[in-house]
């Protein structure tokens, strides 16, 4: 709670504020004092042995980048289609107008969630994963081409969303293969702290990255973030096993 805390207020507190950097301590103590304690207990709260083993290392890495990167849009896309007409970049769009525009992401979202069980299945984790990386990264070059188009957002946002649900789904496969029937509760908790980690550490990004100028060319350079770490995040995805071996209790 302290590092999510010290993320959010990051903005307004300032990076080098005592109390930026009080919670971040916090919270690094905490989590070391987690560990340290858990260790000596037989049946601790939280087993951190299943999250050094390396398909769970990279199973959490990659629930950071899903949580991260979709709201890079989240945060830009509203602005720019509810932005007036008259500026560079905007549609000019209502409230209701720009959730029916940005709907056939998150139906897709669902969609790409049911979707993934069966890739999972016929070609393991590491194809659904590196497929979800690389449709958010698609979904994000296209944007960064053509941040003010009304029909490049639907049709860009839409892989995008596909790709976030599918990275969801394999990433809650992978937990629920990776570690023991005992620790499925405790792995499956931790897994969306991080994921809510993730998208707690975009929002403030993106804000910094758009305060560099409220434009087209702000939002697409942050398009570009997201596809840059969408690529660079598919290195670990490729290092998944390529079956589903569940590990016994």
């Known amino acids: 709670m302290s590092l999510l805390l010290a993320i959010t207020k990051a903005s307004d507190w300032g990076v080098l504020s005592l109390g930026f950097w009080g919670l971040v301590v916090v919270a690094f103590v905490s989590f070391a004092t987690l560990i340290a304690v858990d260790s000596r207990h037989d049946a601790p709260i939280v087993d951190m042995r299943v999250f050094r083993d390396k398909p769970m290392m990279i199973t959490s890495a990659l629930t950071l980048v899903f949580g991260f ?5 989240y945060l830009c896309l509203p602005r720019i289609l509810q932005a007036p007409e008259t500026s560079t970049y905007g549609s000019g769009f209502t409230v209701v107008q720009t959730g029916l525009a940005l709907l056939p992401a998150a139906v897709l979202v669902f969609l790409g969630g049911r979707l993934t069980p069966a890739l999972a299945r016929r070609f393991g ?15 994000a070059v296209g944007l960064a081409i053509w941040p003010s188009s009304v029909v490049a957002i639907v049709a860009f946002f839409s892989l995008v969303g596909l790709g976030n649900g599918v ?21 499956s908790g931790v897994n969306s702290v991080i994921r809510t980690v993730g ?14 100028g409220i434009s087209g060319d702000s939002f697409a350079l942050a398009f570009v973030m997201g596809a840059v770490i969408s690529v660079v995040a598919c290195l670990p995805a490729i290092a998944l ?9």
Do not use: D, H, N, W
């Open 241 to 249: 096993p390529a079956t589903r071996t569940a590990q016994k209790a």
């Open 199 to 212: 998208s707690a550490v975009g929002a403030p990004v993106t804000t910094a990255v758009l305060a560099i």
């Open 69 to 73: 990167v979709p709201y890079i849009f």
């Open 167 to 187: 990275g969801f789904a394999v990433c809650a496969l992978l937990v629920a293969s990776i570690v023991p029937p005992s620790e499925m509760a405790a792995a």
């Open 125 to 139: 984790p590491r194809v659904p994963a590196v497929i979800a990386l690389a449709l958010m990264a698609a979904g």
